[in-house]
């Protein structure tokens, strides 16, 4: 080989050399401004994560209190059906014994045009009595029970019914 075409194949392997390096720095420094910008995208994603996590959060921090207060205003609800429904237990239980004991009586108001009759309680008070007004007659003692029992019944149900509204109602607001 002579040197002339030593010294171009120098000249061309340096060349090359210098073209591949020149490459190679042109793909370093594009790689890094990509990596610059897909850092800032990541870091970017990363903020848009945490502000939509701590949003989210607070929504739920949110409802759990709704939550709470709900099941407080229910709880209160539930307490004062329950002491409305002892009261009323305690009155009709009061009642009975009063009936079962005569120290009470029902009585009903008898139509004074009616007369076929029957022995009718006097209008005008005895001694000592409190029977004042139109005629009346008394309830035998076990069917004055009976009447309290269905009493009962219906004020329960209503205090039932005026739970199960407050209950709607708290659910609704």
């Avoid at 739920?60 to 209160?76: H, I, M, V, W």
Wanted: hydrophobic share 45%; charged share 20%; proline share 2%.
């Amino acid at each position: 080989m002579s040197p002339a075409a030593l010294r171009l194949a120098a000249g061309l392997g340096l060349a090359g050399l210098l073209i591949s390096a020149g490459a190679g720095g042109a793909w370093t420094v594009q790689d890094w401004r990509y990596g610059k910008q897909l850092a800032e995208q990541a870091r970017l994603h990363q903020d848009d994560l945490a502000a939509i996590s701590s949003v989210a959060s607070a929504q739920q921090q949110a409802e759990q209190a709704k939550r709470l207060t709900l099941e407080q205003r229910l709880a209160t609800a539930d307490q004062s059906h329950h002491q409305e429904l002892t009261n009323a237990q305690k009155d009709q239980a009061r009642l009975r014994d009063r009936l079962a004991t005569a120290d009470l009586r029902l009585s009903v108001l008898v139509d004074a045009a009616d007369a076929t009759g029957c022995s009718n309680v006097p209008a005008t008070p005895a001694t000592g009595g409190v029977v004042h007004g139109a005629a009346r007659a008394r309830l035998d003692p076990a069917h004055a029970q009976r009447i309290i029992s269905i009493t009962d019944d219906g004020d329960r149900g209503l205090i039932a019914l005026q739970a199960c509204q407050a209950y709607v109602r708290a659910l609704t607001r």
